[in-house]
């Protein structure tokens, strides 16, 4: 019987120690998230906002008064 419960105990410690393993790599898996964004907000940062300012340019020569700020 004292077996069982040592056993018991030991798969309820290793458990805990798997969550938090687990955690760990989900904080990874968001921090390289996270940088994925940056760099990609760095590398295409320029594309859109000229995008952006063309679009509103287009719809500025098509309006009266239009203003692009």
């Given at each position: 019987?004292?077996?069982?419960?040592?056993?018991?105990?030991?798969?309820?410690?290793?458990?805990?120690?798997?969550?938090g393993?687990?955690?760990?790599?989900?904080?990874?898996?968001?921090?390289?998230?996270?940088?994925?964004?940056?760099?990609?907000?760095?590398?295409?940062?320029?594309?859109?906002?000229?995008?952006?300012?063309?679009?509103?340019?287009?719809?500025?020569?098509?309006?009266?008064?239009?203003?692009?700020?």
């Open positions: 019987m004292l077996d069982y419960l040592r056993i018991m105990l030991n798969a309820q410690k290793a458990k805990m120690d798997e969550r393993a687990s955690a760990v790599e989900y904080g990874l898996l968001i921090a390289g998230i996270a940088a994925l964004i940056v760099v990609v907000v760095f590398l295409l940062g320029n594309v859109i906002h000229d995008t952006f300012n063309n679009t509103c340019g287009t719809i500025r020569d098509g309006a009266p008064g239009g203003t692009c700020e």
